[in-house]
Antibody, heavy 121, light 108 residues
């Protein structure tokens, strides 16, 4: 059974940095693209970033481009999100999510989600 | 940028059918995926690729996509179906994932 566990959230001042991690078990992470999705308090889901299964491509929502970096260490079965230059608008629960298609060239559906980690700016 | 439009709220009596719509500029050409999110919980995939159901999702949940609108249909609605529902696509032109604004389903 796939399990995704996020960590690294917390309280940070505007302009600060945080690094989120997502540890995966029950699957070979290197087979799947991975995503970060966030949800501000009382708001809807917002996609943040996607990384291809082999790490060769990354895509970001416009509001985080140049500030956030998604990466992965397939040997550790772990996904990361480095967040720099944090702003009030980045306050949210951050979820990591697994793409539903193995070896997908682009994003598809999200078939497994972590429980999320709260980032407060 | 690509926008998916959802009705903010839908109410339905138990045992009836709920239909939740998701409008996009080229809905029929995009595969649409649907998620259910209950308060305090992570989202759960309920329909993918317009009409496929993941294992463990009841047959009461079905999806369709025609023209510019995709629809999630929940038949025989139960109290436990009360949740927020989100549609989602991959916009290949912008290389962005897009979520709809969400629909709150209330079971009367």
């Amino acid at each position: 059974q796939v399990q995704l566990v996020e960590s690294g959230g917390g309280v940070v001042q505007p302009g600060g940095s945080l690094r989120l991690s997502c540890a995966a078990s029950g699957l070979f992470l290197r087979t799947y693209g991975m995503h970060w999705v966030r949800q501000a308090p009382g708001k809807g889901l917002e996609w943040v970033a996607f990384i291809r299964y082999d790490g060769t491509e990354q895509h970001y929502t416009d509001s985080v481009k140049g500030r956030f970096t998604i990466s992965r260490d397939n040997s550790k079965n772990t996904l990361y999100l480095q967040m720099n230059g944090l702003r009030d608008g980045d306050t949210a629960i951050y979820y990591c999510a697994k793409d539903g298609r193995a070896f997908g060239d682009y994003a598809n559906w999200f078939d497994s989600w972590g429980q999320g980690t709260l980032v407060t700016v | 940028s690509y926008v998916l439009t959802q009705t903010p709220s839908v109410s339905v009596a138990p045992g009836k059918t709920a239909r939740i719509s998701c409008g996009g500029k080229n809905g029929a050409s995009q595969s649409v995926h649907w998620y259910q999110q209950k308060p305090g919980q992570a989202p759960v995939l309920v329909v993918y690729d317009d009409s496929d159901r993941p294992s463990g999702i009841p047959e009461r949940f079905s999806g369709s996509n025609s023209g510019d609108t995709a629809t999630l249909t929940i038949s025989g609605v139960e109290a436990g179906d009360e949740a927020d529902y989100y549609c989602q696509v991959w916009d290949g032109s912008s290389e962005h994932v897009v979520f709809g604004g969400g629909t709150k389903l209330t079971v009367l």
